[in-house]
């Protein structure tokens, strides 16, 4: 009798997150449909599981009291202008990791994403947006 991978239910054995397994899946189904038009297998089995949907979560926004009391606390961290500079423009964590200082416009404090150099692609940096916006606190000094 030959084994049959739909009789496992992996997901639920292992502990996995949703969208862990759906990125196995993924793999697995374009792994198997290479293999379908090398005609190593006859069926692509990956096409009768249907994944885990996977939600998304809605990011948490800090309050301005929130955020001041946080850069209070980390005043003599070494990555306070780090976490000033997020606090004051905004930027993500990995648009923070890329700025480079021509790309930053001192006088209006705000970045200039066309300054910010281009990607490995060769196209231009843009910050990106979520569904949800970017609606969060941002610190102003009173």
């Given at each position: 009798?030959?084994?049959?991978a739909?009789?496992v239910?992996?997901?639920?054995?292992?502990?996995?997150?949703?969208?862990?397994?759906?990125?196995?899946?993924?793999?697995?189904?374009?792994?198997?449909?290479?293999?379908?038009?090398?005609?190593y297998?006859m069926e692509?089995?990956a096409e009768h599981?249907?994944?885990?949907?996977?939600?998304?979560?809605k990011?948490?926004?800090?309050?301005?009291?929130?955020?001041?009391?946080?850069?209070?606390?980390?005043?003599?961290?070494?990555?306070?202008?780090?976490?000033?500079?997020?606090a004051?423009?905004?930027?993500?964590r990995?648009e923070l990791?890329?700025?480079?200082w021509?790309a930053?416009?001192?006088?209006?404090?705000?970045?200039?994403?066309?300054r910010?150099?281009?990607?490995?692609t060769?196209?231009?940096?843009r910050?990106t947006?979520s569904?949800?916006?970017?609606t969060?606190?941002?610190?102003?000094r009173?």
């Open positions: 009798m030959p084994f049959d739909r009789a239910p992996v997901a639920r054995s292992t502990g996995l997150q949703p969208k862990t397994v759906r990125n196995i899946h993924v793999m697995l189904h374009t792994a198997l449909a290479n293999a379908v038009n090398w005609r297998v692509n089995v599981v249907k994944p885990p949907k996977v939600r998304r979560r990011p948490t926004v800090r309050t301005a009291g929130q955020l001041r009391t946080f850069l209070t606390s980390v005043r003599e961290d070494r990555f306070y202008p780090l976490y000033l500079l997020a004051i423009i905004g930027l993500r990995g990791c890329g700025l480079r021509p930053l416009d001192c006088a209006n404090g705000e970045p200039d994403n066309n910010n150099g281009p990607s490995s060769g196209t231009i940096r910050p947006r569904s949800y916006g970017r969060g606190a941002r610190y102003t009173t």
